[in-house]
């Protein structure tokens, strides 16, 4: 079952900060998430795995509450670059299927 | 280092034609997925292979869409005969065994009129 993600869609100015949130019906493994500009392939952020590891790039954070099924994105003073579609994708077993959500869009103005 | 490459880019057909796509992943990433990406809509797996083997094929239409990875590298989809609703971007990605981090390639816009 696809994740839910809220936002749709923010919009904010430079340096400002943001959350995205993304949450799941189903009992999680991992969560991913991937950042996709206009025409472009999606790109890896980070993951974060049951029991509390993370991986990532960028100065980007993200928590993940294995209880509630949900994870949370956190974009801290935004840069223009950070502009895109942001994807949650929810693995819920150890065979690496992920599931994504249907995107937050994020726009950051000058 | 060289990304997920695939080909064509572009494809435009009218329905009831068939259409095959190609991908090449990324060196010594041995996890392969196929992936749907309807405008609007975040990427669908269509089929995630292992190797040579088949790990997930779940949500691929069977009737009409086959895949196959030949020795472990390269990987082709094929779409016989196509439909309307088949119009979207087909993202191919590869990773490490863990799925941890997974390369998309630039991906084919598939256009059925």
């Known amino acids: 079952q696809q994740p839910v993600q809220s936002p749709q869609a923010v919009i904010l100015r430079e340096g400002e900060d943001a959350v995205i949130n993304c949450s799941s019906s189903k009992a999680l493994y991992s969560v991913h998430w991937y950042r996709q500009k206009h025409g472009e392939a999606p790109v890896f952020l980070m993951i974060?795995?049951?029991?509390?590891e993370q991986k990532g790039h960028e100065k980007i954070s993200a928590s993940f509450n294995e209880k509630k099924q949900q994870s949370s994105l956190y974009l801290t003073a935004s840069q223009l670059s950070y502009s895109g579609t942001y994807f949650c994708g929810t693995g819920s077993g150890s065979a690496r299927q992920l599931t994504f959500g249907s995107g937050t869009q994020l726009t950051v103005l000058p | 280092e060289a990304g997920v490459a695939q080909s064509p880019r572009y494809k435009i057909i009218e329905k009831r034609q068939s259409v095959a796509f190609w991908c090449n992943p990324i060196s010594g990433h041995a996890t392969l997925y196929w992936y749907q990406q309807i405008l609007g809509q975040g990427p669908k797996l269509l089929i995630q292979f292992q190797n040579n083997g088949v790990v997930d094929d779940s949500q691929l239409p069977k009737d009409r869409f086959s895949a196959e990875r030949l020795k472990g590298v390269d990987s082709t989809l094929k779409i016989q005969p196509a439909k309307l609703e088949d119009s979207a971007v087909y993202l191919c990605?590869?990773?490490?065994?863990?799925?941890?981090?997974?390369?998309f390639g630039p991906g084919t816009r598939l256009t059925v009129t």
């Open positions: 974060l795995l049951k029991g509390g």
């Open positions: 990605a590869s990773s490490f065994s863990d799925g941890h981090e997974q390369y």
